[in-house]
C-alpha cells in the first residue's frame, strides 16, 4: 500500500535511524558565553540559576549535583492585554507555589533578578510573570504526580488502540493514515 505522501505528490520519506551523541564538556567559551547570556535572559535568577545548571550539569555526569532548597517558576498573571490572568496562579498555587516577596530574597538565598521589577503587591515581576517558589520537596511531589499521570495517559491509551484492533508498534499503519493493517 502507497503511503499517504505518495499519493499526493510529495516525494517518500526517508527513515533515519536515532544517533545518540555524548554531551560535550563545557570549554572556556561556552563558559563564557553562559555568563553573558545569563546577564541578558531575563529568566536568570542570581543565586539560584547558576546552582541549577550546576546541578544539571552534574546530573549529565552521573552525579548528584548541589541540592536545591526550592524550585523557582515565573508565572503568568498578565494576559497580552495588561490585564490579570489569574488561571495560571491559581494552578500553580495548588501545586503547594506561592508568589515571592521582595522581603523574602535573602532568606530564600537568591538576589533581585536583573530584569524583575516590585508591583504594588511587594511580588517580584518581569513583563506579564510573576516569580513564584516552592520547596524541593513540592517540587519532587509535584513531579511524580505529573509523571504518575503522563505514565497512567500512555497506559490508558495504549489500552484503547489494542482494544480497537490497532497495534501500537505497527508504525506502517499509522504512517498510511488508512488504519489497520487487514488480517490475513
Known amino acids: ?4 505522501s505518495q499519493t499526493i505528490g510529495l516525494p517518500p520519506q526517508v527513515e533515519r535511524p536515532l544517533v545518540a ?40 555526569k552521573g552525579n548528584a549535583g548541589p541540592k536545591l532548597s526550592h524550585r523557582f517558576h515565573w508565572v503568568r498573571t498578565k494576559r497580552p492585554s495588561g490585564t490579570p490572568d489569574l488561571r495560571k496562579s491559581f494552578e500553580f498555587r495548588a501545586k503547594g507555589y506561592v508568589p515571592v516577596k521582595v522581603d523574602q530574597l535573602a532568606a ?15 511580588e517580584i515581576v518581569v513583563g506579564d510573570t510573576t516569580l513564584y517558589v516552592c520547596t524541593a520537596a513540592q517540587a519532587a ?29 505497527d508504525h506502517e499503519q499509522f504512517a498510511d493514515n488508512v488504519g489497520p493493517a487487514p488480517k490475513s
Open 21 to 60: 551523541a555524548p554531551m560535550p564538556a563545557f570549554t572556556d567559551a561556552q563558559r563564557e558565553a553562559t555568563a553573558i547570556y545569563s546577564s541578558q535572559d531575563y529568566t536568570y535568577i542570581p543565586g539560584y540559576s547558576d546552582r541549577r545548571t550546576e546541578r544539571e550539569t552534574e546530573r549529565r
Open 108 to 122: 530564600l538565598g537568591i538576589t533581585m533578578p536583573p530584569a524583575g521589577v516590585v508591583n504594588a503587591d511587594n
Open 141 to 169: 511531589k509535584n513531579e511524580r504526580d505529573w509523571r504518575r499521570a503522563t505514565d497512567q495517559a500512555a497506559a490508558d491509551l495504549n489500552t484503547k488502540a489494542v482494544a480497537g484492533g490497532v497495534e501500537v508498534t
Open 1 to 4: 500500500m502507497a503511503r499517504v
